[in-house]
């Protein structure tokens, strides 16, 4: 366990270096250290767990990955999004978006055996899940080398908490899911840690271009309170 806690807090100050919009995110969602995950996942509100023997088994690079990969599903709401689609081709469409969006953003070294689709840096997850369920219908399988079996990170956004969830508390945790971003966006554009690539990212997550003193607002804010 300390050698895991070790490596996480390296990568975490990694991650802040390289990009301080990803590294403002987990360090308010900070990784819960549990064996209850085989790897790492996050759930419905939003928390992000990360097995200690999987940190153990990764470079540091591909652990800069990793936390970047999970707080993208947190801002993203996937776990809130999935609805009645098939849970495994769902994760494969929302792993599909996010490993195009942090390779264009050269962010951390890829994990072996995750999902690697071309083109998807620009769309939605359920738009990847539209083509993809289309493919999987016609060829009844997986038509692609993408192998369950081998993608250490199948499965990991849990989305069994959201059907308990009522329409006030999935509202609550969008709002919470945006103002985090809002404030990342500001801690990474005060040390000059945005570019045309990530300023996309975030309208995209946000809906519409971050108002700069509102978001600096928040962070600054946010800073104010955890002091």
């Known amino acids: 366990m300390e050698e895991a806690q070790r490596k996480l807090s390296l990568a975490k100050s990694r991650l802040l270096l390289c990009s301080p919009f990803f590294g403002s995110i987990v360090c308010r969602r900070p990784p819960i250290l549990t064996g209850r995950v085989p790897t790492a996942g996050v759930d419905a509100r939003g928390r992000l767990y990360v097995n200690p023997d999987f940190i153990e088994s990764l470079s540091t690079g591909e652990l800069v990955f990793l936390l970047a990969h999970e707080t993208m599903h947190i801002a993203l709401l996937h776990a809130l999004r999935e609805g009645g689609r098939s849970h495994l081709i ?49 060829n009844r399988g997986v ?23 009522s329409e006030a508390q999935r509202r609550e945790a969008e709002i919470e899911s945006r103002s985090l971003v809002a404030e990342a966006a500001a801690a990474a554009r005060m040390q000059g840690g945005t570019s045309p690539e990530l300023e996309a990212l975030i309208s995209s997550i946000l809906g519409r271009p971050i108002p700069w003193p509102l978001a600096l607002e928040r962070f600054l804010s946010a800073r104010s309170s955890q002091s």
């Open 90 to 138: 769902w994760n494969i469409a929302a792993d599909a978006v996010i490993n195009a969006r942090l390779s264009l953003l050269k962010i951390g070294t890829p994990i072996e055996g995750g999902v690697s689709l071309r083109g998807c840096a620009g769309r939605s997850a359920e738009d990847v899940y539209d083509f993809l369920l289309e493919k999987y219908a016609k």
């Open 143 to 165: 038509p692609w080398t993408y192998r369950k079996t081998r993608d250490p990170l199948n499965g990991d956004v849990d989305a069994r908490g959201a059907s308990g969830m």
